[in-house]
């Protein structure tokens, strides 16, 4: 898989195998149940504050956007032209939101940062390991050469 | 986003004055640019101070990043929530 910046301020994912797609449609399942990080953002507030009514109803509804928004791209991409998935500089904040809900959904499940050897890791856990790799290689990409920010 | 505060009852003068202390909290995921440039966008903050207080969320484990009113607090918190950063709110001390 290549991912190289355009002359127009984006990116562009270049996938060259089946599992490279494969990988990129794994975005979406990773993140699961965006409303999982919405209730987890909630629960580190005063359970007075109502933030569970107030305030998770329209995260949810924005992380949703987000994966939403991502897993169409790939799937126009993939019918379409079958080369490349573009990433347009005024959609890089869907992405990298998709993406690290992506991230903070393995960590959740796998507690990645936690393994310190995958070596000999199970097959289920050095996968989501690899995956986490490729989404925070991307993240760096997309900071670094769309967002104006540099990790 | 409508702010979370809008259907709340009012409270009395003397406990919506308590300033409130709006906090980052450490996680291994968010990068620490993701970070810096979320506090630049949310709060104004200049890239010095913003990484300032990004390496003190990754150093301490958190950092009060703002303190005042509790309904603007509240607010900052949500926006940081929506960027997915660990945020909550405390009575400033």
């Known amino acids: 898989m290549n991912v190289i910046p355009t002359l127009e301020g984006g990116l562009s994912i270049q996938p060259e195998t ?71 500089a005024h959609d890089a904040e869907k992405w990298y ?20 050897d995958f070596e000999d890791a199970p097959a289920e856990l050095r996968s989501a390991h690899f995956r986490d790799r490729f989404y925070l290689t991307l993240q760096g990409l997309l900071l670094e050469y769309v967002m104006g920010e540099s990790e | 986003m409508a702010s979370p505060s ?17 906090l980052v909290l450490d996680d291994p995921v968010n990068l620490m640019g993701y970070v810096t440039m ?32 509790k309904e603007k607090a509240e607010f900052y918190v949500q926006q940081l929530h929506s960027w997915q950063l660990k945020s909550t709110m405390e009575k400033a001390v």
């Open chain 1, 97 to 116: 939101g998709a993406i690290n809900q992506a991230r903070l959904s393995l960590q959740a499940r796998y507690d990645l940062h936690g393994v310190e």
């Open chain 2, 6 to 22: 809008t259907s709340k009852k009012s409270k009395p003068k003397a406990q919506k004055d308590v300033p409130w202390s709006v």
């Open chain 1, 18 to 88: 089946e599992a490279d797609w494969m990988v990129l449609e794994t975005i979406a399942s990773d993140i699961g149940r965006p409303a999982h990080l919405a209730e987890s953002l909630a629960d580190l507030m005063d359970k007075e504050s109502d933030w569970e009514e107030l305030v998770v109803p329209d995260l949810e509804q924005n992380f949703n956007v987000q994966c939403r928004f991502v897993q169409a791209a790939i799937e126009d991409a993939r019918k379409n032209n079958g080369q490349a998935v573009f990433i347009k």
């Open chain 2, 38 to 69: 979320v506090l630049k966008r949310v709060f104004g903050y200049n890239e010095e101070r913003a990484a300032t207080l990004m390496l003190e969320v990754h150093t301490t484990g958190r950092s009060v990043v703002w303190t005042g009113a």
